[in-house]
């Protein structure tokens, strides 16, 4: 029991030391690669994130080389350095990705997409099926009124951003740097994924982009929260 209670103090502690760790970093050390074996780790926390329903609206491009990295500079302020004179994250990087979310070509309740995917990866029976595509309507146009491709892509946006938290706390535990990159211009990025990628986009679209890495130098800005009880409020 003691064992017990040791163990989870100290993973309270580092817990809590990753998490202060953690900092929209806006320069890495161009020099420092992240090591495979460690990048996959933060892959596979978000392969295995939660998703609404379990529909995993969500896709992930990395883009390594510089040339493609170079594409998206003219319209990706936040991750080019632009606002402090840097090559930014875009140029800095070890990994640069981006998550896709889907739209409402795949994520409509009763696309062919999601039968497809309740049946070949949530190896879901036949009448299981019919039940989960109806409560899924329901969500859909009444519970959470979901209905144009736009609110319906936003909600696919939603789950990116869980799986985007879940990899920079893995990061984070691991000592890996990062930050989360919504500073782009969303029509030019969605026609370079179509043109320079080959994205269809009529399924996917840019939700929020990322950075990882190892800093290039301590945070310039300490960090500020709120008070917890600004935050928290116990019923
Ligand atoms: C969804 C999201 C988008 C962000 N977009 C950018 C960005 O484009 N460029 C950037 O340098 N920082 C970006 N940030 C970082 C935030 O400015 C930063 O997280 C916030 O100021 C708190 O600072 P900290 O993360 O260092 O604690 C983004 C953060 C989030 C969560």
């Given at each position: 029991?003691?064992l ?14 990753a998490?202060?760790?953690?900092h ?5 050390d161009?020099h ?5 074996e460690e990048?996959?780790?933060?892959l596979?926390a978000?392969?295995l ?5 379990g529909?995993e ?18 319209f990706?302020?936040?991750a ?9 994250q ?13 739209t ?11 039968q497809?995917?309740y049946r070949e ?7 299981v099926?019919e039940?989960?595509n ?9 519970g ?15 789950q ?5 938290a879940?990899m920079m706390?893995a990061?984070?535990?691991?000592g ?13 990025a969605t ?5 320079d ?8 679209r ?11 130098a ?7 929260r ?10």
């Amino acid at each position: 029991m003691d064992l017990v209670n040791t163990d989870t103090t100290r993973i309270q502690a580092q817990i809590a030391d990753a998490f202060r760790f953690r900092h929209a970093t806006k320069l890495f050390d161009p020099h420092r690669t992240i090591a495979e074996e460690e990048f996959a780790t933060i892959l596979e926390a978000a392969r295995l994130s939660p998703t609404s329903f379990g529909h995993e609206p969500f896709r992930i491009l990395m883009i390594q080389s510089p040339q493609k990295r170079a594409l998206f500079r003219a319209f990706s302020w936040g991750a080019s350095g632009l606002r402090n004179g840097t090559p930014g994250q875009l140029g800095t990087a070890s990994h640069f990705g981006i998550i896709l979310a889907a739209t409402s070509t795949a994520m409509a309740a009763g696309s062919d997409y999601l039968q497809a995917h309740y049946r070949e990866v949530k190896q879901l029976p036949e009448e299981v099926i019919e039940i989960i595509n109806g409560s899924y309507a329901r969500f859909q146009e009444a519970g959470h009124a979901i209905r144009t491709d736009r609110e319906i892509s936003d909600w696919s946006g939603k789950q990116a951003y869980i799986v985007l938290a879940n990899m920079m706390t893995a990061g984070a535990l691991l000592g890996i740097d990062s930050c989360p990159i919504e500073g782009f211009d969303m029509a030019p990025a969605t026609e370079t994924l179509a043109r320079d990628f080959g994205v269809d986009t009529d399924r996917w679209r840019p939700a929020v982009m990322f950075a990882f890495g190892y800093r290039a130098a301590a945070p310039d800005v300490p960090k500020t929260r709120r008070r917890m009880e600004d935050v928290v409020s116990w019923h």
